[in-house]
């Protein structure tokens, strides 16, 4: 089983930033990926970062060159850095791990961007 909590999200104005922070139960040297997520209000859940256990990232499209996806093995901590963030960036975002063959998530943590 794998126990993720997120952290960090918050209300901040068009090209600021924040940092989330997923703290995991397992060490995420176990967990083949891990990444974060997001939900807009009326739209589907959508990938926003990813990195593999061998430490391979990728991104959407839409956050590339804003977003960092990192971890910290010692700590089990995985961060996503966000910067120049945008209203489009507000939504509910989702630590994801995916180990073994099951996807595990966190509660989420609020992110909102004001114009």
């Known amino acids: 089983q794998v126990q993720l909590v997120e952290s960090g999200g918050g209300l901040v104005q068009a090209g600021g930033s924040l940092r989330l922070s997923c703290a995991c139960s397992?060490?995420?040297?176990?967990?083949?990926?891990m990444g974060w997520y997001r939900q807009a209000p009326g739209k589907q859940r959508e990938l926003v970062a990813r990195?593999?256990?061998?430490?391979?990232?990728n991104y959407a499209d839409s956050v590339k060159g804003r977003f960092t996806i990192s971890r910290d093995t010692a700590k089990n901590m995985v961060y996503l850095q966000m910067n120049s963030l945008k209203p489009e960036d507000t939504a509910v975002y989702y630590c994801?791990?995916?180990?073994?063959?099951?996807?595990?998530w966190g509660q989420g943590t609020q992110v909102v961007v004001s114009a």
């Open positions: 994801s791990a995916h180990y073994l063959v099951e996807d595990h």
């Open positions: 397992r060490s995420i040297g176990d967990i083949n990926a």
């Open positions: 990195i593999t256990h061998a430490g391979s990232t």
